[in-house]
Structure formats: structure tokens, C-alpha cells
């Protein structure tokens, strides 16, 4: 997007400095990457800079509101509530889809959020094989918030420890050996000490929780959650027997399961912004729109854009038996904003944001880049493709 840069980006670039790349990550963590990872990285110029960060702090602001539990209440499905909800979501991340105002002017577009982590510790390993291989100039960075690799790590160590001892700290994941991000659950036992343990793996005794480790049994005293609730339900049978996770359990969550369904789209048609398009509650539309070709219909709660319907008929909206699970979100049209040797890719941006204090304001730290040349943005979703794939950006302050 910074044109002087992506023409050196395009003249340094070979097929074996790429192939040096993808082995970096394969060294790393042998057969952990089960993703397309892009050939490049997004040079995201000063101008859109802004416009993202000014995007995030109007999200944060509906988030930070006194009320926002409140209006957030019917996004719990009782059966999912979990006790203990803590005070503040540590780890919020906002998607945006760059695309292109009236005036041809690159902007960000809100499309998803999330009070879930995302990898948030593979994204420093990503961003330094990418220095490593290829010529990024220094005054890009895709660290925020006056932070670099070192100081983000100690940060999110921080956060995710909570001052427990790691050993008495787990990821906690269903099946982790068999998601394909498990490589982020890798760097993350590298960077904090803690283990990833299965859901299957929990004892519990009275009101509190333990795992093996080494041959011992180990009191669990926080959990760095990355179980979605809702799609545990779903493999219950084929897992069997394990604990019951929304029990009142001795332990912290961070972030709480909670917050996956607060900060979601279920927050879409709270927002009212130049950047935030136009989102409809299903089960709350008394007219539906004539140009239903404008829109995309989204189930509220799915994982990696799955059940989304791009091209909307009538038929798609009368045939919901769920509507109170659904939402009708005015649809974006992707910039070809990444030129590539071939035709140009769509950019889609993660902003991750981490909330320390409740006292102090969430701050933006690091980010995610999806490239794609198809209808869906998406790693799972291009495969066949090239040029395509997990990135990160690297930002003009």
C-alpha cells in the first residue's frame, strides 16, 4: 500500500528467498504450520494508519462503557454462562476490511470483533522471519503503543501469567494437536513457561482444578482460555467424559468465555460509525431491505467464517429457524488494495489490542494481515491460490 516500498518488496523478491522464509517457520516448530502463509507482508501508509486506530478507539469506546454489560446481556446463552466473569476482557481484537471510500481513499471497514485471543504470540515470530528474509525498512514497525518485540512479550507473559507461577497456568484448548493454529499455542508455552492441556485432560476436585505435568498432579490457578464454548457443545459426545466448565470452579480465567460472546458480533449493531457498516439484529428487522444484494448474512457465533451467506435471498432469511442468532450486516467491497506479480490481493487487518488495567484505556500492540483473492477472507479459504495467506502488517507511524 506504500507504493515505493511494495515496488523494492517486488524487485527483492524470489521464489527461493520465499521457500528460506517458510523453512524458518518449519525449523521453528516442525509440521506445526497448517496454514498458507502469504508471501508478503502489507505496508500500511501513515494516512490509514490513522484511520484504523481512530476505527479502534471508537469500537473501545462502546466496549469501555459503564452500560455495555447491559446492553451485552442477551449475548450469553444461559447454558454457556460461566461464573466469575471478571471486571475487563484483557485481549480484544478488531477485524477490518480495507476498502475504498467515495474519494478512492483506502479505509477501514469494522467486519468482526472478538474478546478472544488470537495468536498472539506466533505473530512476533512472523513478523521477525519476515525482517529476516526480506528488506523491511526500520521506520515500519508492526508493534504499537511504543513497544517492540521485547517489551510485547513481557507484556503478554504478564497478562496471561496474572503473577501465578506458570507451571500453575494453562492454554487451555479442545484437541490442541489437532487445530490449526496450534503453532501460536507453541511460541506461547515458549514465551510464558505454560502448557497447552486438552479440555478432556482437567481433573476436578471440590471446586477446584488440576492437571498432570511431569508425573505430578498440579493445582490449575488460571486459564488462558482459547476454548470456544460453544463449539465444545457441538464434540461433547466424541470427547466424553470431562468436566463440567461452567461450574463454579477456584480459578481465573483469562480472558473469561464470557467475553467471547459479548465482544462479538453480536456488538455489531451497537456501533454506529463511518467505519462500522450498517448491521441489523435478525430477529429485530421489521422490514427486510429491497437490495438484499448489498448485504451479508452471518450467524452470530461462528468460528472463521463459517455459515456466512454472501449472495442473501429472501429465501435465505425466511428459512432462519434461529433469527435471535443471526445478524444482516451491509457488505463491504474489498479494495484490491496488495499489488502482486499477478492481480492484486484484498486486505483484511486484525488490530489486537490488549487491556492491561480496567483503570487505563486498552492499547493497540500488534496485528494479524489475511490476504485474498477470492469471495472469502480467509486462510481455509485460499488455498489454491498465491500471494494469499497469513501476514502481518508493518505500520508507518
Request: aromatic share 12%; with cysteine.
Amino acid at each position: 500500500m506504500i507504493p515505493e516500498i511494495r515496488d523494492r518488496f517486488l524487485a527483492q523478491f524470489t521464489p527461493e528467498r520465499y521457500a528460506a522464509f517458510l523453512e524458518g517457520l518449519e525449523t521453528a516448530y516442525p509440521g506445526a504450520v497448517e496454514f498458507r502463509v502469504a508471501e508478503t507482508p502489507v505496508f500500511i501508509p501513515l494516512a490509514l494508519t490513522k484511520k484504523i486506530l481512530e476505527a479502534g478507539t471508537e469500537v473501545l469506546n462502546l466496549i469501555r462503557r459503564s452500560d455495555f454489560r447491559e446492553i451485552t446481556a442477551l449475548a450469553l446463552p444461559p447454558a454457556l454462562k460461566v461464573p466469575g466473569e471478571e471486571g475487563h476482557c484483557p485481549f480484544i481484537a478488531l477485524d477490518f476490511a480495507i476498502c475504498r471510500d467515495a474519494q478512492g481513499e483506502l479505509i477501514p471497514k469494522l467486519i468482526e470483533l472478538q474478546g478472544f485471543p488470537t495468536l498472539l504470540a506466533f505473530q512476533t515470530l512472523l513478523a521477525t522471519l519476515y525482517r529476516k528474509h526480506f528488506r523491511i525498512p526500520e521506520k515500519l514497525n508492526n508493534y504499537m503503543s511504543g513497544l517492540e518485540e521485547t517489551s510485547y512479550l513481557e507484556l503478554l507473559r504478564r497478562i496471561i501469567l496474572g503473577g501465578h507461577d506458570p507451571a500453575e497456568v494453562v492454554l487451555l484448548e479442545v484437541n490442541p494437536q489437532e487445530q490449526k493454529t496450534r503453532i501460536d499455542f507453541y511460541c506461547t508455552e515458549s514465551v510464558t513457561g505454560i502448557r497447552t492441556v486438552n479440555v478432556t485432560e482437567l481433573i476436578g476436585e471440590g471446586h477446584r482444578l488440576f492437571y498432570m505435568r511431569d508425573g505430578l498432579k498440579i493445582p490449575v490457578r488460571r486459564i488462558y482460555n482459547r476454548v470456544i464454548f460453544d463449539d465444545l457443545t457441538r464434540q461433547q459426545k466424541q470427547l466424553g467424559p470431562m468436566v463440567d466448565l461452567t461450574a463454579s470452579w477456584e480459578v481465573e480465567w483469562v480472558p473469561h468465555p464470557n467475553w467471547f460472546f459479548r465482544i462479538s458480533k453480536y456488538t455489531l449493531p451497537f456501533l454506529q460509525s463511518a467505519y462500522v457498516p450498517t448491521t441489523y439484529f435478525l430477529k429485530q428487522m421489521e422490514i427486510v431491505p429491497r437490495d438484499l444484494e448489498n448485504y451479508v448474512l452471518k450467524p452470530l457465533f461462528s468460528f472463521a467464517g463459517q455459515g456466512v451467506i454472501l449472495d442473501v435471498t429472501r429465501e435465505d432469511i425466511d428459512g432462519i429457524k434461529n433469527p435471535d442468532g443471526w445478524i444482516l450486516q451491509q457488505k463491504v467491497v474489498y479494495a484490491d488494495a496488495v499489488r502482486t506479480p499477478a492481480v492484486p490481493a484484498k486486505c483484511e487487518i486484525r488490530m489486537i489490542y490488549f487491556w492491561e488495567d480496567p483503570k487505563e484505556e486498552p492499547i493497540p500492540v500488534n496485528n494479524l494481515a489475511r490476504l485474498s483473492k477470492g469471495k472469502m477472507i480467509g486462510v481455509r479459504y485460499n488455498e489454491d491460490q498465491d500471494w494469499v495467506g497469513g501476514s502481518i502488517c508493518f505500520f508507518e507511524h
